[in-house]
């Protein structure tokens, strides 16, 4: 076995979770090493090949190599799949996200008290409140530079400005302006990790319009591999290995972690010693780390004396909607000077917290209005399924030639609050293993039933807006609800203050074992309602500092 130098700091996952943290100890001179198991790529392996980098395996390994597996109750068989893949490669997830950003609002932390509690759900307020992550949250958003327009959301609490103006909004967006306002609804500009103008090194948006599920070809994307990553690697005090796969966290005989051991992209095994291990792998990837780290002294895996590693787990409620809008129409009513712009930008949170609705869980969540996504092979299978299968040959091809010429779709998603439930959990499978012969991540997936009668509401108002707007759509349908948004996940190692009822404390490290921390979205113990980015990003940063005042104190053993 090769051994390497001991270091400060392994943080496994370079991430929203984990590239923020490795910067901020970096920055202060502390040594860190980050890990991660996909490769490192450069802008220069970014294309808009939507079979090469959206239909193969350029972010998510094939079910047969690195599967999950899933199952929907106990008695069932797990089947696999590649569902709750957030991404393998460094900077993780934010390297193809869209880039809508939101804050968590104060009702997300005290989600339990202010519900009293229901039936069914393992619901729980956080250990912090929203004042500890505000400065973090400015923090974040200046690193990365996001992009908005902060005082016209009436439902959020801010005290600075977004660090960059709004992105140019395609001219549809006064439409659904319009009709969300003829509504009494409140729409905003949708805050984006996407900068507006050259920032930095970085120069501005190009409006190319292939950002969700692509890398960025100009790094105007505020992601992880364009901001954290590089500026924790200039400071020279972090490394970032690629292709490495950690396979298990090191404990001693006092409860302390001492560090990991990972296989290289040549298959072999290294041990690397550290004084604080960081788990930032996604939340079903960390509890699957910590199930697989089992040993004499925590048998049911490592950190889990409370049994609680990989229960809890929440994803988000997804619901969208779909309107179909006659080009030549739209042109009668809206400048078509910037009909060309991929980008909507417009969000409503009114129903956010709704006690007008008269249900158990008062919290709705988010709505984000956008332009149906470029991708030509997406669009037809799109056209094939709303059509049951029954479009093929000259009439698919007739259809297509309409979608690109004739059609404006105006879309929205729903960000819900996903439960968390006793049926939903990540374990070990005991069948299946990945490619270095290792039980994979087994998921089983129930949603909570207020979950899904939220997100239908939820829905319901996102059609009204698109059959408000003027002139009238060719055709509004409903093209999901109550379903579930697998790369936004949470809760395998929820943080509180009780040991019994949670796997870490308020900072986020172990009750169990000095030194080790967790700060994915694991750490959260209710989903929210909006992405999740920017929220790890600032938690990241808080975890950071409170390493380094221990650091500093003298906590943390040499």
Not at 12 to 27: C, I, K, T, Y
Not at 351 to 370: A, R
Not at 395 to 413: A, G, N, V
Not at 423 to 443: E, F, M, Q, S
Request: hydrophobic share 40%; charged share 25%.
């Amino acid at each position: 076995m090769a051994r390497r130098e001991k270091t400060d700091v392994v943080v496994v996952g370079s991430g929203a979770g984990g590239a923020p943290l490795a910067w901020r100890l970096a920055s202060e001179g502390v040594k860190v090493v980050m890990l991660d198991k996909g490769p490192y790529h450069t802008i220069a392996d970014f294309t808009t090949d939507e079979v090469a980098i959206c239909r193969r395996d350029f972010w998510i390994p094939w079910a047969t190599q690195d599967p999950h597996t899933k199952r929907h109750a106990e008695d069932e068989t797990a089947k696999l799949t590649r569902e709750a893949w957030t991404s393998q490669c460094v900077g993780g997830s934010t390297v193809h996200m869209s880039g809508f950003t939101y804050r968590l609002k104060e009702s997300d932390f005290r989600l339990a008290t202010l519900t009293g509690g229901l039936s069914g759900s393992t619901i729980a307020d956080w250990p912090i409140e929203l004042a500890e992550l505000d400065p973090y949250y400015d923090l974040a958003e200046v690193l990365v530079g996001i992009s908005g327009k902060a005082g016209i959301n009436p439902f959020e609490k801010r005290a600075k400005p977004f660090p960059l103006g709004p992105l140019r909004p395609h001219p549809a967006a006064e439409l659904v302006e319009q009709a969300a306002c003829g509504l009494g609804l409140h729409p905003f500009p949708t805050p984006m990790a996407i900068i507006s103008r050259a920032y930095g090194n970085r120069p501005h948006c190009t409006y190319c319009g292939f950002c969700g599920e692509y890398g960025c070809e100009t790094g105007a994307r505020s992601t992880c591999l364009a901001t954290f990553v590089p500026m924790a690697e200039s400071t020279g005090h972090c490394e970032v290995l690629a292709r490495c796969m950690v396979r298990r966290v090191l404990a001693d005989a006092q409860d302390r972690v001492s560090g990991v051991e990972y296989v290289d992209a040549e298959g072999e095994v290294h041990e690397l010693r550290a004084r604080v291990v960081v788990l930032a792998a996604s939340a079903v990837e960390t509890a699957r780390l910590l199930l697989l780290s089992s040993s004499g002294r925590f048998p049911d895996g490592l950190a889990n004396r409370s049994g609680l590693v990989g229960r809890n787990l929440t994803f988000s409620t997804f619901g969208k909607g779909t309107g179909i809008f006659d080009r030549q129409a739209l042109s009668a009513r809206i400048d078509l000077a910037d009909f060309d712009s991929p980008f909507l930008l417009r969000s409503m949170q009114d129903d956010y917290w709704n006690e007008s609705w008269s249900q158990p869980l008062p919290k709705g969540g988010t709505h984000n209005f956008l332009l149906h996504h470029p991708n030509p092979i997406n669009a037809a299978v799109r056209m094939c399924m709303d059509s049951k299968w029954t479009l093929w040959g000259q009439k698919l091809k007739d259809r297509i030639r309409e979608y690109f010429h004739d059609e404006l779709w105006i879309e929205f998603e729903v960000f819900g609050e996903f439960l968390p439930n006793p049926g939903c959990y990540v374990d070990l499978d005991p069948t299946h293993k990945d490619r270095w012969n290792l039980p994979v991540a087994r998921i089983t997936l129930k949603h909570h039933p207020v979950s899904d009668d939220v997100n239908r509401l939820m829905t319901r108002r996102g059609l009204d807006v698109l059959e408000a707007i003027e002139p009238r759509a060719k055709k509004v349908y409903p093209w999901a609800w109550a379903n579930t948004t697998y790369h936004l996940q949470h809760g395998t190692c929820r943080f509180g203050d009780d040991p019994e009822a949670s796997v870490l404390d308020r900072d986020c490290q172990s009750h169990d074992l000095a030194n080790l921390y967790a700060t994915d979205g694991s750490f959260m113990p209710t989903a929210g309602a909006v992405p999740d980015t920017i929220s790890l990003e600032a938690n990241s940063l808080r975890v950071a500092d409170r390493i380094l005042a221990r650091l500093r104190r003298r906590e943390i053993a040499g």
